[in-house]
């Protein structure tokens, strides 16, 4: 009885009806593929609410003093307010554990979601025009989702992320022209200053939770507007888009999925223990605890800097190492290369048509070869960086694997190329009458066999 | 408790065969109330009988599980409680499980591949991860997991010896392959218990073993149960396969899959030598280090190094090594602690010097330990002590199976690539400490959160992540919108505006 | 699947969700550990997730729809359309390429020098003043961790530790491992730098700054567990393997007459990885 008299009188100053009429009955294409972005978005909502919690829990101060709680080997012994703040959340708040263990995980999951919603953007080929925009704006999401998993996972200031706020910062400092100042940003001044911890919390709980909100609803307002591309199937045209109405088929479908994604992550984060920073002890920059990985997302990272051979260029007079060639140059030549893709793949189609219809990622072989070699390229830089744990484990020198993984960097992603391309250049793409592919006949020769013949449709 | 329980499901089953045979007025087959009673006394001399011994060792706490998976589940399973169970209610709720026993749900669960997985993965999962440590210190898990084990194995054997009212889902040719594919699994896992290198199971550390076995060779011997019993009880159940479906079809094929199907039980022998440590010196040291202990071209001279040294080598099973010059990992025993003494006793006699074994306790100051562990081991032991590559093939152990003697030895002598840590930078205090805190990581130390994924770090914690959003998450999206677009498919589009 | 069914998922769901989460709060209050307020939250989230999906199976009639897309955006005319109604829009405006050029002009500038004060979020007043002296210098005495002064028996043959400059403790960029090796292996250059067998070098890899830690004394080899890059500490801590360059600076060691180690003189190369602009 009160919610439609509210209702009513919100719409009666606002004038919302015609647009949530319109709203509600969007066309939602069914494909599943479709949903994968969503699971980014379920991600991220998990991520915001256990933040809150823990933004308020969390103490980011770089001041020391001594650890007086329930971690027994601790007691006593001297660590900054973050660390003991952290630990706080771990052992002592009811349900802190839950929750701290809840965020990391869904970030994790969050990084992949992204991934695998980009994977399929770009080999139904969605990029191209006139969602050029929301392509970069996407890989900007991407880029903050892996700054903020940084950001994040550096700030208990324990020795396992404190080594990779080191490696940050030699990077950053490394960087050409403006790494002095970048490398200081980061950390308030030099390394190991007591600021770097307030720095991460602004940046980390501010800045980069605002642009992430602020990319998202850009994207999701492009989306809105240009409305989703679609498959190509019976009735689709470049010129419209069929699928379910957002309201209710698609709402309901799209909660029930981010609910699994919920009780996933509430689940991961009840029974799977993750990033046990008691153990690692609080962070000192003249110690270290092997094996020293950063989260998965930065595996790509730390591979390119364990397998990049110990070059030194002198180049008028700057001096030029394997630091910032695998650390620097190559992450951002990829990065501008997957920021500007869709234009430097119509520099190769000669394609500036506009497309709402989707590519079967199966007839276009060489966008899908390219999607394989640069997951395989990856793929294999992600596993060299844990190439120490594998020579535990497998009982292989780890020189051996750092051999294996320089000749694989090259050789798997082209191989993975050629191999899609191949085995995509005999399938042909569905509709027919769209496929330049050539038909096969079968006639009845005279002699009572059968043969094929090829014919260009 | 388990005793009233089980009392109470014979009377439940019995009363149960009562009214079935009532319902149907048919006899219902004594051979199944056997298997069942078979099944209950199993399950009683297992969890109450056993219970005590499966506290105190690892081998017989695998006896425990052995008797559940292979004679507890089948029997269980042959017993036709289901059966039993549709006979015995009422005609409308025996209709209604009925037809949930035949819906697809059902169906899709319990198929034959699902069955196979879920056994091994319980087997597997059960024993490595920390969920086994965890079943040991908290008995609600402990019973969980005794649930779990039984459940996946009654899935399991429900295909190899199918009982109305499921229906058969394999032909014999394909239930005899069903069975002998568990096979490898299990005796592979066996296996690795057999020659594993440390004590996986912290808790066995700390209780006195009832058959005098150390942790490790009782984990060695729980580990040959498994693989014994995995081997016994695959190839059975596929001789009884095929022994069946023999009298069924009387084909040449099936003798020669009977031939086949034996594998071979292999078992190891274990020596034993004499006392007189000079003779264990000259069985087991002296063909690589010489009788004069100075050593040739497949082992260094070990004159002058120290009873702390020589015991460490010994007593972890490094020394005697069967490869020269390779990083040794620590083995099972090959000889007794007598002859262990015995010939640390003989080499320091024949030539003295070099550091004594330390006396180190685990009363020291954990704190301390901690600080000292951080400082001086954990760039190359790893922070859980869990070991790692230091670089070409050599790596810094686990700890796990250290006893805090050895790691004053290690400390004090430098084995190895080890740097070696005198007096004046680790005192005898902080030796202590750092013992104290090195049984601490392993045994009963504060670790909330669950799983640990083997201290692996962000490594495997990734893994699980991409694991859980490749098959949960893209499966889900999968599953949900095939459904949606499916049901969509046929409807006539309507036009928005 | 059949309404019936759904129905009765969903109701269940949702019930089960209900239970779960007020089980969660009795969790909370009485203080259980949190897997079994984790066990909850599963059960009530898990509880929404079947009755979501109940719904979206079997009590939503499946519908299609259609919607008509914007005319496909012309080229070239569609930019210089906009363009000319903003124009025009401006006719009210006296003189608006003057008022567009001076906007641009004063607010560019303006915006521009608001930014300007973030430089000192990079540089706080308080580290541009006088520079700090160098943390090693000639005569700084070696001191552990806890401050105490390094004597010339502390580390036996074979052994390893971390040692700070006296007085700079704190200092990230200071830390420096300490070896002793036997004096008959240590290397005839710089000799004098190694008094009783001592060698000490820098404990920042060069590559991107990780302590590097480990040692392998059998083959004198200190290796970085970042990216594994191992240096030989009997040729001056050269690189032999992984991706780092140039070898730890060494630091010149002597022993004074109380028998406490101490800096000869600073080191000669820079410490850790190089920065932009460093030669």
Redesign the interface.
């Known amino acids: 009885m009160i919610v439609p008299r509210l209702v009513a009188w919100a719409d009666e100053r606002l004038g919302t009806r015609s647009f949530v009429k ?1 709203a509600l ?3 939602f294409p ?7 972005g969503e ?1 980014a978005l379920y991600a991220l909502i998990v991520l915001i609410a256990t933040g809150i919690y823990l933004a308020f829990a969390f103490n980011p101060s770089g001041e020391r003093g001594p650890y007086h709680g ?8 001297t660590v900054s307010g973050a660390y003991a703040s952290v630990l706080q959340i ?2 002592v708040l009811p349900g802190g ?1 839950l929750f701290r ?1 809840v965020h990391h ?1 869904a970030a ?2 969050f990084v ?2 992204i991934l ?1 919603h980009m994977t399929r953007v770009f080999l139904t080929g969605a990029f191209r025009r006139p969602r050029e925009l929301n392509w970069m704006v996407g890989f900007s999401l991407l880029l903050l989702g892996l700054f903020e998993g940084f950001s994040g996972y550096s700030m208990p200031d324990d ?2 992320s404190g080594t990779g706020l080191r490696i940050g910062y030699s990077i950053a400092a490394a960087t050409p022209f403006i790494g002095k100042w970048a490398a200081a940003f980061l950390t308030g001044g030099a390394f190991d200053s007591p600021q770097t911890t307030g720095r991460l919390y602004a940046l980390h709980c501010i800045l980069g939770p605002a642009l992430l909100l602020g990319a998202i609803a850009l994207h999701m307002l492009i989306l809105w507007r240009q409305k989703h591309t679609q498959f190509r199937g019976p ?1 689709a045209t470049e010129a419209n888009v ?1 699928g ?2 957002m309201w209710p ?2 709402a309901i ?1 799209s909660l ?2 981010g609910s ?2 919920a009780t ?1 992550l509430v689940a ?1 984060g ?7 920073i ?4 609080p962070y ?1 920059p003249w ?5 020293a ?5 930065l ?1 790509w990272l730390d591979g390119a800097l364990r397998i990049f051979p110990p070059v030194e260029i002198n180049l008028a007079g700057y001096h030029i190492e394997s630091a910032l060639l695998a650390g620097a140059v190559v992450p951002g030549i990829a990065i501008g290369l997957f920021l500007f893709w869709p234009f430097v793949e119509r520099a190769f189609t000669h394609d500036g048509a506009v497309h709402n219809l989707l590519d079967d990622p199966f007839g276009v072989p060489q966008r899908t070869g390219i999607a394989a070699a640069t997951f395989t390229f990856f793929a294999v830089l ?1 596993f060299a ?2 190439n ?2 594998q ?2 484990y497998l ?6 694997l750092t051999v294996a993984y320089r000749v694989l960097v090259f050789v798997l992603p082209l191989l993975a190329y050629l191999a899609t391309v191949e085995l995509l250049r005999e399938r042909t793409s569905w509709p027919p009458a769209e496929n330049e592919g050539s038909r096969k006949t079968i006639v009845r020769t005279t002699s009572g066999g059968f043969d094929e013949k090829a014919t260009r449709s | 408790m388990t005793t009233s329980l089980l009392a109470i499901y014979a009377g439940l089953y019995f009363w149960g065969v009562a009214r079935y045979e009532q319902h149907t007025r048919r006899r219902f087959p004594q051979r199944f109330i056997a298997a069942e009673c078979i099944a209950l006394v199993a399950l009683w001399v297992a969890i109450v009988a056993l219970d005590a011994w499966a506290d105190a060792s690892f081998a017989a706490h695998m006896i425990q599980h052995v008797i559940l998976i292979a004679i507890v589940a089948p029997a269980l399973v042959l017993g036709a409680p289901l059966r039993v169970l549709l006979g015995a209610l009422p005609r409308a709720q025996a209709r209604t499980l009925a037809r949930v026993l035949r819906s697809r749900a059902v169906s899709m669960l319990t198929a034959p591949p699902i069955a196979w997985l879920a056994f091994i993965a319980v087997l597997w999962g059960a024993h490595y991860s920390n969920l086994y440590e965890l079943a040991l210190e908290h008995p609600a898990i402990h019973i969980a997991e005794h649930v779990a084990f039984l459940a996946s194995a009654a899935l399991f054997w429900s295909h190899a010896f199918p009982v109305a009212p499921l229906p058969a889902r394999l032909a014999p040719p394909a239930r005899a392959l069903y069975l002998f594919l568990a096979g490898p699994p299990t005796a592979f896992l066996g296996l690795s218990l057999w020659s594993s290198h440390g004590v996986l199971y912290p808790h066995y550390l700390h209780v006195t073993n009832p058959f005098g076995l150390s942790p490790l060779e009782d984990q060695h011997a729980g580990g040959l149960v498994m693989w014994a019993s995995g081997s016994v009880m695959t190839l059975t159940a596929v001789l009884a396969v095929l022994a069946r479906w023999a009298r069924a079809e009387r084909s040449a094929i099936v003798a020669c899959a009977v031939t086949f199907a034996c594998s071979c039980i292999a078992t190891p022998a274990r020596t034993n030598a004499a006392i007189d440590g000079k003779i264990v010196y000259a069985v087991h040291c002296a063909s690589c280090h010489g009788a004069d202990l100075r050593g040739g071209p497949d082992a260094p001279s070990i004159r002058g190094v120290g009873a702390a040294d020589v015991d460490w080598w010994v007593a972890t099973g490094r020394m005697p090594a069967a490869i020269p010059w390779v990083q040794q990992p620590r083995r099972p025993l090959l000889l007794s602690p007598a002859e262990v003494d015995a010939v640390v006793t003989y080499v320091v006699s024949v030539a003295p010097g070099g550091p004594p074994i330390p006396h180190v306790e685990t009363n020291g100051n ?2 301390r ?3 000292l562990f ?3 081991c ?7 002590a869990q ?10 152990p686990d700890l796990a199976a250290a006893t805090a003697k050895q790691v004053g030895e290690a400390v004090r002598v ?1 084995v ?7 007096e ?2 680790i005192s005898s205090n902080g030796l202590n400490d750092l013992a104290t ?1 090195v049984d ?1 990581v392993h045994c009963g130390r ?8 083997s ?5 495997g ?6 694991l ?3 098959i ?3 499966g ?10 499916r ?2 498919e ?8 | 699947m059949s309404e019936r069914t759904a129905l009765r998922l969903a109701v269940g769901g949702a019930i089960l969700t209900i239970f779960s989460a007020l089980a969660f709060v009795v969790a909370f209050l009485l203080d259980t ?3 079994a307020m984790g066990f909850c939250a599963t059960l009530a989230f898990a509880g929404i997730a079947v009755s979501f ?1 109940a719904w ?2 079997g009590l939503v009639t ?7 897309r914007d005319v496909a955006p012309q080229t070239t005319g569609a930019e210089l359309a906009l363009g000319q109604t903003v124009v025009a829009e401006s006719s009210g405006l006296t003189r608006p390429e003057l008022f567009a050029v001076l906007s641009l002009a004063a607010g560019g500038t303006l915006g521009v020098a608001a930014l300007v004060p973030l430089r000192s979020l990079a540089f706080p007043p308080a580290t541009e003043g006088p520079a700090k002296p160098e943390p090693w210098r000639a005569g700084v005495r070696l001191v552990d ?1 806890d401050g105490a002064p390094i ?1 010339h ?10 040692v700070f400059p006296e007085g700079a403790i704190d200092d990230p960029t200071a830390s420096v491992v300490l070896i002793r090796l036997d004096p008959r292996v240590v290397p005839r250059a710089r000799r004098d730098w190694s008094p009783e067998g001592y060698i000490a070098f820098s404990k920042i890899c060069t590559h991107v700054g990780c ?1 590097v ?7 004198h ?1 200190l ?1 970085c ?1 970042c990216h ?1 890059s ?1 240096f030989d500490v009997l040729d001056g801590a050269r690189p032999i ?1 992984g991706p780092a360059s140039r070898p730890l600076p060494q630091l010149a060691l002597t022993i004074d007459d109380t028998g406490v180690l101490r800096a000869s003189h600073g080191f000669l190369e820079p410490i850790g990885p190089a920065a932009w602009g460093q030669t």
Request: glycine letters at 10%; aromatic letters at 14%; charged letters at 15%.
């Open positions: 319109h009955r969007k066309a069914d494909h599943w593929s479709f949903m994968l699971s329930p971690y027994v080997p601790l007691q006593g012994t771990s052992f554990l263990q995980w994790v999951l992949a979601a695998i020795e396992l009735g069929i379910a109405p088929n698609y479908v029930a999925f699994l994604i996933l991961l009840a029974f799977v223990q993750i990033n046990p008691w153990q690692y002890g000192h110690q270290v605890a092997a094996p990985q950063p989260d998965w997302y595996g992600t960086g844990s120490d744990i020579s535990y009982h292989v020198p780890v020189d051996v | 954990l704190q330990g901690r600080e951080a400082q001086n954990e760039h190359c032991h790893g922070a859980d070991g790692n590559s230091i670089g070409s093939d050599y790596v810094a430098g190895g690539m080890m740097p070696k840590f005198g004046r930078q805190y601490w504060q670790t909330p959160g669950g799983i640990d994924l201290a692996i770090g962000p490594f914690e990734g893994a699980v992540a991409w859980v959003v490749t949960g998450v893209t889900y999206a999968w599953f949900l919108g095939t459904r949606m677009r049901a969509n046929t409807k006539e589009p309507e036009p928005v505006d | 550990p949190y897997y999906w979206s199976t499946p519908k299609r729809v259609v919607e008509q961790v004597h028996d502390w580390l036996t043959i074979g052994a390893i530790g971390t302590p830690a480990l040692y392998r004394k059998t083959q080899e290796l567990p594994q191992r393997a």
